[in-house]
């Protein structure tokens, strides 16, 4: 079961590029990594899942190296309403197994 | 089309009591999962269900059991709560089983055990 580390917290301005790290050295070769954002007293929201090399949707990119024990999440050009906690999950693809990091929490400042 | 519903929003209990959470998901959707989330542990899987068959299980105790019904409602039953159980549950359905990117969350209900 692939455990996932990420920051605790980070700071960034508004209109700043962010970069969030989530380490994962036990990925299985099954295993799919996916993105949440969490605002308080929400529930999470999908933000992007990828299984190798880059992944871009409207909202974000998710880079994973060759070979796959951490990937980036990459929020351009953040916004203060980008405040939230982020949370990487990696899991087989029918997610019969699958762990939670612990979330880092993003601060966009002014 | 509604988001996933769950009652109550928020719950005092004593400890030693049992507690059932409900959640209705999205219309359509079969698959049910529960997550608890606490500033400590963060978000952890309890269970999820699909067409009232739970077909996922987290590493909880077994005070902490689940159903589905016909209708997909889903319902989570804690017994004998404890302090540690004081978290917000969540819950979350998706159209098919073990989808975690077309998976929609609920407001979830804060429970809190004194």
């Known amino acids: 079961l692939a455990k996932t580390t990420q920051p605790i917290s980070m700071d960034s301005y508004e209109g700043q590029e962010v970069n969030i790290t989530c380490s994962h050295n036990?990925?299985?070769?099954?295993?799919?990594i996916t993105w949440y954002q969490q605002f308080p007293s929400q529930g999470p929201r999908f933000i992007i899942q990828?299984?190798?090399t880059k992944v871009t949707n409207e909202v974000a990119s998710l880079f994973i190296p060759a070979d796959r024990k951490s990937s980036t999440l990459s929020l351009p050009r953040v916004s203060l309403s980008d405040t939230a906690v982020y949370y990487c999950l990696v899991g087989d693809k029918g997610f019969n197994k699958f762990y939670f990091g612990s979330g880092t929490k993003l601060n966009v400042k002014p | 089309k509604a988001g996933v519903t769950q009652t109550p929003r928020y719950l005092i209990k004593t400890r030693g009591q049992q507690v059932t959470l409900s959640c209705s998901p999205i219309s359509g959707h079969r698959s049910v999962s529960w997550y608890q989330q606490t500033p400590g542990q963060g978000l952890q899987f309890l269970f999820e269900y699909f067409s009232e068959t739970q077909r996922n299980k987290g590493n909880f105790p077994g005070r902490f059991s689940g159903r589905q019904f016909s209708n997909s409602r889903s319902e989570m039953n804690v017994s004998t709560l404890e302090l540690g159980d004081s978290a917000l549950y969540l819950c979350?359905?998706?159209?098919?089983?073990?989808?975690?990117?077309?998976?929609?969350f609920g407001p979830g209900t804060r429970l809190t055990v004194t």
């Open positions: 979350a359905s998706s159209l098919i089983a073990g989808d975690r990117k077309e998976q929609y």
């Open positions: 990828g299984y190798k």
């Open positions: 036990n990925i299985a070769t099954n295993d799919y």
